[in-house]
């Protein structure tokens, strides 16, 4: 190779090419470097942008910051965060990023960010799972781990006492099932179940609902995420919940703490006092991950009905991963995830690692390659930590046992043959594995 090759021919290569954008600013808050994915993700250019500071472009919402000026500011670095903007055009646009301080001998010379776009992830998110043609009741929501049971045994009372109900949670959670299933609950299978959705950008929300309340017959009304309301139109809200209090069941939902969203002005604490009779936490998937198999087996089941599918179940390789990722979108993203990998697939009986989407696996590469057990693994290096024998043996045959069941596609009586041992011997085996892992 010639040692005098420009290293700006690779500078622009790397920058260019990588599926991540790259926004990098100098002291002064000025664009210097603007990859061509963060034109992408942003909508602009980079002449739109040099020499110009961030807050003359972009638009932040008032209870955020720039996470670049951020950093500039602290010198700290700020990783993981979601952030909404929206450019000169208008344009919304929702990233992830990490964001790092620059320094040059000891001295803060700019900020760099690395952002990856969720903003299709996010209008994904705020849809609604899937209904598939029937009611939506406590029995048919499909939760197992220990904080959705308490979730159901609350919304089971809240039922009963036929008060306003509150649900907090992040977007795609399912707040949107837990309501319905209350309303089929209290009331009989006449009633209607109502959603309005609450959107800041349409004026008239609140008066369409007004009209349909006048003769509306006994209902469930579900106000979906309050706080995306101007405060305007929460005053508004609140004064015709309280005049229909004693004829309609009301829920609502939104998507954050009301103690911060009252802080920053997005709720209404009148209005967040209306509901607070009975408030309904519900988790996030990431803390939950019993629910996720579960969810999983009844989408491919509902799934091989409809579509005479061979689909079963995901590998266990595959489980892991899913249990690595911390799924912003919960179980909405889940449920996406796997709209796209079924509508490409043919006569599989498990989902694969090989079958997952490009943009998944880039989400997890760096947990596979740096934490998978693979066969190097069970190598000693001089300057490895030593572990105790019992903890050893117990990864090597969990690492073993679950790439011969992928590889016949966990059919037991295949394995066990494969292993030279019996089927009953096998399943024992898989049991305890399963038990130690819990």
Known sequence: MNGNIDLTVFYEFLTDKTPIGIHAINSKGQTIIYNDKMKNIEGLNLEEMVDRSILDVFRFNHSEQSTLLRVLQSEQPVLNVKQTYWNQNGQEITTINDTY?????DKIVGAIEFSRDITTLEKLIHQPLQRYGEPMTF??????????????????????????????????????????????????????????????????????????????????????RLEYLKLEQQQQLLELLESYSNEYLFIASIGNDPVNLIASELLMKDLYYFFASITIQIPPLRQRFDDMKPFIQDYLRRYRQRFNSQTKDITNEVEQLFHYYDWPGNLKELEVLLDEMTSVMSNEEYITYD??????????????????????DFVIQAEQQLIPLEQYLQQAESYYLNKVLDKYGHNITKTAEALGMSRQNLQYRLRKMKKEQN
């Open 355 to 376: 079958m997952l989407p490009h943009h998944f696996k880039l989400k997890v590469q760096e947990y596979r390659d740096n934490t998978a057990l693979h066969a190097e």
């Open 101 to 105: 301080p620059v320094f040059h001998e």
């Open 139 to 224: 029995d048919v929501i499909t939760a197992v781990s220990p904080q959705m049971q308490r979730v159901l045994q609350i919304a089971k009372k809240a039922a009963i006492a036929k008060l306003p109900v509150l649900l907090i949670g992040e977007s795609g959670t399912g707040k949107d099932l837990v309501a319905e299933a209350i309303h089929y609950e209290a009331e009989n299978s006449t009633a209607q179940f109502i959603t309005i959705y609450c959107n800041r950008a349409d004026d008239k929300v609140v008066e369409r609902l007004a009209q349909q309340l006048i003769d509306l017959p006994k209902s469930t009304i579900f106000c979906e």
